[in-house]
C-alpha cells in the first residue's frame, strides 16, 4: 500500500521501502520516514556572511551541517554532489544530541548555533526540528538556508524554532520552476510566511539567458517590496557546474544592472561574487 509524504508539492505516494523524488524520504512500514536522520555529509564552521546572511549577527561564525538529497533538481546546483545522493554511509551519524553539544563546545570560537544548510535541509524536517529544539535549549540559534519548497502546515510548527531563513528564490516564473521541478507559488508561500515569524533574507543566482531579465527582476523586487522593503536581497554570480558546464559565467556588468534595479524597491541588496 502506498503512503503519500505531505511535506512539499511534490506529494509523493511511495510504496513500502520506496524513496521520494527527493532521494531521502522513505515509506518504511505505511510511514514516511526521513532516511538521511542524522546523516551528516558536510560540517564545518563557516562566516555568518557566507550562507549569506548580511544582517543577522554580522561578524559572528555558524556551525554548518548538511546531510544528502533534495526536492528540486537544478541543473546548475552548485552542491550536486550531495544533492543528487541517493544513499550514503557516513563514518558516523550525529543525533541531534551530539549535534547540539558540537555546537555549544564551539562558542568559545564565536559559533552562535547551527545552519541546517548544503544540501535542502527541509527535506530532513524530523532532524531538523529535533537538532533545533534542543540547539535552542542550549541559547544557540538556529538558521536555514533553503529553496523553501515545502507546505504551509509543516512549515509553521518549525518557524517558532527557526531563527533566521536565507531562501534561494530562483526566479520569478513559474516556466523556470518547472525546469527544476519545482514550484514558484510554495516558495513565495514560505518566504510571506517566514518573514511574519523571523529574520528573512533571500538570495537569487543569475544566470545567463535565463533569469536575468529586467521585467523579472522588477517583478521580484516589486513583490519582495510588498512584503518587507528591508528584507536583505542578495544578487548572485554563477559559474559553470554540474549540468551547465556549457554556460558562461555570468558578466559582472549583469549583476551590476539587476542590483541597480533591485535598488529602486529595496533598501539592502548585495551583489555576489562581483
Known amino acids: 500500500m502506498k503512503t503519500t509524504c505531505e511535506l512539499c508539492f511534490h506529494k509523493c505516494a511511495l510504496a513500502p521501502g520506496q524513496l521520494g523524488f527527493c532521494g531521502a524520504r522513505r515509506n518504511v512500514d505505511g510511514k514516511v520516514i526521513c532516511d538521511n536522520y542524522g546523516k551528516i555529509t558536510a560540517a564545518a564552521i563557516d562566516p555568518i ?9 554580522p561578524g ?9 538529497g533534495c526536492n528540486l533538481h ?3 546546483c552548485q552542491n550536486s554532489s550531495i544533492s543528487t545522493m541517493r544513499e550514503f554511509n557516513p563514518a558516523r551519524t550525529i543525533s541531534p544530541e551530539e549535534l547540539a553539544d558540537l555546537a555549544l563546545s564551539y562558542k568559545s570560537r564565536g559559533n552562535i548555533g547551527v545552519a541546517y544548510t548544503y544540501n535542502e535541509p527541509l527535506i530532513s524536517y524530523e532532524y531538523v526540528m529535533d537538532s ?3 540547539v535552542r535549549s542550549l541559547g ?9 519548497t ?7 510548527a518549525l518557524l517558532p524554532w527557526i531563527d533566521a531563513l536565507n531562501v534561494d528564490l530562483k526566479s520569478f516564473t513559474a516556466e523556470f520552476y518547472q525546469k527544476l521541478a519545482g514550484d514558484l507559488e510554495s516558495v513565495k508561500r514560505t518566504i510571506r510566511i517566514a518573514s511574519a515569524a523571523c529574520h528573512v533574507e533571500v538570495t537569487t543566482l543569475i544566470i545567463p539567458g535565463e533569469n536575468d531579465s529586467d521585467e523579472e527582476m522588477t517583478a521580484l523586487t516589486e513583490w519582495l517590496a510588498d512584503i518587507n522593503p ?8 554563477f559559474f559553470p557546474h554540474h ?9 559582472i556588468s549583469t549583476i551590476q544592472r539587476l542590483v541597480e534595479i533591485a535598488k529602486k524597491r529595496l533598501k539592502y541588496v548585495y551583489c555576489g561574487n562581483c
Open 74 to 76: 537544478c541543473p546548475f
Open 132 to 134: 533545533a529544539k534542543i
Open 150 to 156: 515545502i507546505e504551509e502546515e509543516p512549515l509553521r
Open 140 to 148: 544557540m540559534q538556529n538558521v536555514l538556508v533553503t529553496n523553501g
Open 230 to 237: 528591508e528584507t536583505p536581497y542578495h544578487i548572485s554570480r
Open 243 to 251: 549540468k551547465m558546464n556549457d554556460k558562461p559565467a555570468t558578466p
Open 60 to 68: 559572528s561564525v555558524i556551525f554548518s551541517v548538511g546531510s544528502y
Open 49 to 57: 556572511e557566507k550562507k549569506p546572511f548580511y544582517h543577522f549577527f
